[in-house]
């Protein structure tokens, strides 16, 4: 971790008990899953959230956060980056820049594949996400106006398509366009690790969707 990263620490059992408090929540999936923290802080176009991944190991959506195995943590950002917010949303949807509702989950949201073709991902291919238009171009990423529901291309993703050996320790902390309300992390070596993960278990029917809760930081 570093400095740029602004989300506190929790225990496990505090972000799995607070993620079991926002809307939507139905029970733990089985399988791998992820929760999002938003930082409270939030630094204009810096990495400055955090991703924790968890597996399951009890029974298909136990109420019970004992049974979640923690995997990994790795920084990235919830929001859309400068580049973005200052009008570069407009090539996408003019009304503004899609930022993710938070405190909610997203059952089955995500799926292994390629995001634009050049790097392996987790796609928006199993459910509808919401999400708010930030159209005002302060540069700041805010949950503004009336929340929507669709189908908007919301992937995780990794914000380099370089992953030659001699950069996997290499960490970019500044988000640029890298993401329009994607959520995106900077770590290449632990997120090659996690599409492997996912990769090899949609292709051996151990898990098509993943699920994905974000939260703000609490």
């Not at 923290?37 to 968890?54: A, H, L, M």
């Not at 390629?114 to 987790?122: E, F, N």
């Not at 001699?166 to 090659?192: F, H, M, P």
Request: aromatic share 14%; proline share 3%.
């Amino acid at each position: 971790m570093s400095e740029h990263t602004a989300v506190r620490k929790y225990t496990d059992r505090d972000l799995l008990e607070g993620s079991m408090l926002v809307e939507g929540f139905k029970g733990f999936p089985k399988g791998r899953f992820i929760i999002g923290v938003r930082s409270q802080e939030d630094t204009s176009n810096v990495y400055d959230d955090k991703f924790y991944e968890y597996e399951n190991i009890g029974e298909e959506f136990t109420m019970d956060p004992s049974k979640m195995l923690f995997i990994r943590v790795l920084t990235g950002t919830t929001n859309p980056g400068i580049k973005i917010l200052k009008g570069g949303f407009k090539s996408f949807n003019p009304k503004g820049a899609a930022v993710l509702k938070s405190n909610m989950w997203y059952y089955n949201v995500w799926k292994y594949g390629m995001h634009r073709g050049k790097m392996p991902a987790l796609r928006q291919r199993g459910a509808e996400v919401v999400v708010y238009r930030d159209g005002d171009m302060d540069g700041k990423s805010e949950e503004l106006g009336e929340p929507i529901s669709g189908w908007y291309g919301i992937n995780y993703h990794m914000n380099t398509y370089d992953f030659s050996d001699a950069n996997l320790d290499k960490t970019i902390w500044t988000i640029g366009g890298w993401s329009a309300g994607c959520q995106v992390t900077n770590e290449r070596e632990e997120y090659l690790d996690q599409m492997e993960w996912y990769e090899d278990a949609l292709n051996s029917g151990k898990q098509k969707f993943v699920t994905y809760c974000l939260l703000r930081e609490f």
